[in-house]
Nanobody
């Protein structure tokens, strides 16, 4: 059974940085795709970025391009989200996700089969 556990959330001032981690377990992820999403109160889950596990290829939406970076440690089956220049509108619950189809684009929540429990990020102004 695949399990994803996020960590690293917290409260940060605007302009600051946070690094989230997503520890994955339950199988090898060589041909999988993983991603990050966030959900603010009253809003739909928003795509933040995706990484193809086999080669580390990443894709980001314009809203976070240049501020957020996804990376992975294959040996530890852990994915990271480095967030810089944080803004109050980045506040929300951050989720990592994984799916066994690395050929998909990975920008839709429906591209993923497994989700973590989420970690809260709050950015104060």
């Amino acid at each position: 059974q695949v399990q994803l556990v996020e960590s690293g959330g917290g409260l940060v001032q605007a302009g600051g940085s946070l690094r989230l981690s997503c520890a994955a377990s339950g199988r090898t992820f060589r041909d999988w795709r993983m991603g990050w999403f966030r959900q603010a109160p009253g809003k739909e889950r928003e795509f933040l970025g995706t990484i193809r596990w086999s080669d580390g290829n990443t894709r980001y939406p314009d809203s976070v391009l240049g501020r957020f970076t996804i990376s992975r440690d294959s040996a530890k089956s852990t994915m990271f989200l480095q967030m810089n220049s944080l803004k109050p509108e980045d506040t929300g619950v951050y989720y990592c996700a994984a799916g066994p189809r690395d050929h998909v684009v990975g920008i839709s929540r429906f591209d993923y089969d497994y989700w973590g429990q989420g970690t809260q990020v709050a950015v104060s102004s």
